[in-house]
DNA sequence: GAAATAATCAAGTATTCTATTGACTAGTCA
DNA sequence: TGACTAGTCAATAGAATACTTGATTATTTC
């Protein structure tokens, strides 16, 4: 009857890959833009050495590749499909999970937090100018990749930013996605500064996600 | 800086599920339709308080729902966005992993495999009764679902059933998917009686998820 | 009520996975 | 050359998993 047990053995593998949360922390860092060890254990709160063995773990599922270049080695999603898989597996657990639904209602229940409806019509009065994008991720992280017409305000240099913006302009804040609480922290300081802001919910991977384009490089400063 | 961790590590119960190649064959064969445990572990050859196991967790996860009436449990799908998710899985695979891709490569090189191209024409035909299109799954799957036109035809009794086929009609066999053995055999055996036969790779959830109709119940006999 | 059956539970062992530690390799820069 | 750095490797102890076996719980049937 020759059964396809070897393929459920295959297929175990991505699913040991993504049923640890360091892996899926760094897996959803990742969907960001390729990232050295050392700032990957930074961010996620790992140990160099625990780091490097997870991205290990990794990348013998084939999901992530890494490079060596100079002292650094950095590494970055395999296929872009890994990335749209990890997004597959959220709504899973947003769908399934009570536990994560309750999580990102605290999220999406701020009241900072840009509505679906309002969405469209906000980000065509963005490419008019007549708003402000903030994307206040790492500069490292934008210059990964970022939406059209964003300007880089990392959370860390919001404040010393914010002198050159004008006051009655609207603001749009956005960081890596819905589970992200960068931009919440944004729209909060801008506010207490007397600026109108708001939250937009998708990162860089949901909207490349939605077929729409993205930015990679400098970009407007 | 209020980490989203405790996010990661719920996504991680989903990861957990489905990384043993025993809960994967069990994800796979529910996505068939319901079933007990006994005959799941049947299936899959695995003993029967491993699979009850196994379920459990997989209801951990909010995977599978589990329903007494009378003596037996039957296991179904908690959703049928756990089988999008399952072939989500196996689509990465394919791509990311080559020995899944080996595996695979054994099925689609079959000369009986009907070629993507030429599917669209046949199942036209057999809507206009040109052709006959048998389910040669277990007669309890056909049951919970199966493709419009398709006539039961269970590998185990397709000897019998062959008398009463016209030999001039060319015949289609499906079963549960790519990954499944049993229309490559129903095609030998046919082939080996004189039939004009192929195999159709796409199995119930495959047309499902290209939101063609399915049939539920009796259906044609 | 007693026997039979489907499934679960509980306990035990072998295996695998995780995170830490300290040693090691390779590349940089003075 | 020698000091320094990023990352990996190797070994380890502790935690979690897998599968088996035998007992237990419901439910049906006689």
């Known amino acids: 009857m020759s059964t396809a047990k070897p393929l459920y053995e295959q297929l175990a593998r991505l699913g040991k890959a993504v049923a640890s949360p360091a892996r899926l922390e760094l897996l959803d860092l990742l969907c960001q833009g390729p990232r050295t060890v050392e700032s990957l254990a930074q961010e996620a709160g790992l140990s160099i050495a625990n780091t490097s063995q997870h991205l290990r773990v990794l990348h013998g599922a084939r ?39 309750a999580i990102l209602r605290q999220f999406r229940e701020a009241p900072e937090t840009l509505e679906p409806v309002e969405k469209d019509a906000l980000l065509d ?33 919001l404040d010393s930013l914010l002198a050159t913006l004008r006051r009655r302009k609207p603001i749009v804040a ?13 729209v909060r300081l801008l506010r207490a500064r007397g600026f109108r802001a708001v939250r937009l919910e998708d990162g860089v991977p949901e909207w490349r996600a939605q077929g729409l384009p993205v930015v990679v490089g400098e970009g407007s400063k």
Chains 1, 2 share one sequence.
Do not use: M, N, W
């Open 174 to 186: 956005y960081c890596r996605g819905p589970y992200c609480v960068l931009a919440k922290e944004a």
């Open 63 to 101: 999901l992530v590749e890494g490079e060596k270049s100079g002292l650094f080695v950095t590494y970055r999603l395999a296929d872009p499909s890994v990335c749209s898989f990890f997004q597959t597996l959220r709504a899973l657990g947003e769908q399934r999970l009570a536990e994560v639904d």
């Open 125 to 157: 009065r963005i490419q008019k100018g007549e708003v402000i994008l903030l994307d206040v991720r790492p500069a490292e992280e934008y210059r990964a990749a970022h939406l059209p017409f964003a300007v880089s305000a990392p959370l860390k240099d």
